[in-house]
């Protein structure tokens, strides 16, 4: 979607929406600045990677409904599972817009190789979450997580005590943007739930359909309310 058809949707929203914002104030705040104290859950993407994230749902919601369309009304299952993977494929790009959400599906990724059996396998990760750390902007959030990294890094060597699960889940709050992150996360598990049981031949209800759909509404008004105030002089 171009910038133009994006100003088109902002002009849609309620103006008293607009005036009003999101409620919770502190996650509209923009990346904090460099002396200031990093606050879990408020590391929110910049206009640029606003915009992306926006086009990325706009492809995950048609699809979405789409899908719900082939499933319940044309009984095509088989489209139906093609499109929930076109939604999917826009749903993980959008969560993973922004330099602080880019580490944090790395920090996944690194968890996820636990989950699968082999606790050194999350060591092959650092090197990367490293990397992708170092081209967040200087500051105390950047700093917080990449203690919380290296500490994390130091437990699976065996050189400290501790979790290194809930280390890296403190590192990955630092670096996301709840009001966009939980609903996309949220949105994520749903629609892989709803792929696997249409691969398995159940077949969901139009209220699994419309629970995802509002999911991503939630991600897509915040967005939309986010970008209004990235715009304003």
Known sequence: MQRSA?????ALLPTAVLALGFVASSSQAAVSDADAEPKPGTYCPRQGSVFLILE???VALHSVAQAKENLLVLDDSQTANV???RAGTGLALA??????????TFIDTAMA????????AMLLWFPTLKRALSGLPAGTTREAAKTQIAAAEAIVHGQAAGDEIRTLLQARQLLVCDPLDIPMQQSLAHLSRLHRN???????????????????????DYG??????????
Do not use: C, H, Y
């Not at 969560?95 to 944090?104: E, H, I, L, P, T």
């Not at 190789?113 to 050194?120: E, M, V």
């Open 6 to 10: 994006l100003k088109g949707l902002l």
């Open 56 to 58: 990325e749902l706009t």
């Open 83 to 85: 499109l929930l993977g």
């Open 95 to 104: 969560a993973s817009r922004g330099s602080g959400a880019r580490v944090a």
């Open 113 to 120: 190789a636990k989950k699968d059996g082999d606790p050194k």
């Open 198 to 220: 249409i691969l398995q031949g159940k077949s969901p209800s139009a209220d699994d359909f419309n629970a995802l759909i509002g999911l991503l509404n939630r991600a897509m």
């Open 224 to 233: 939309l309310q986010r970008l209004v105030k990235l715009e304003r002089p």
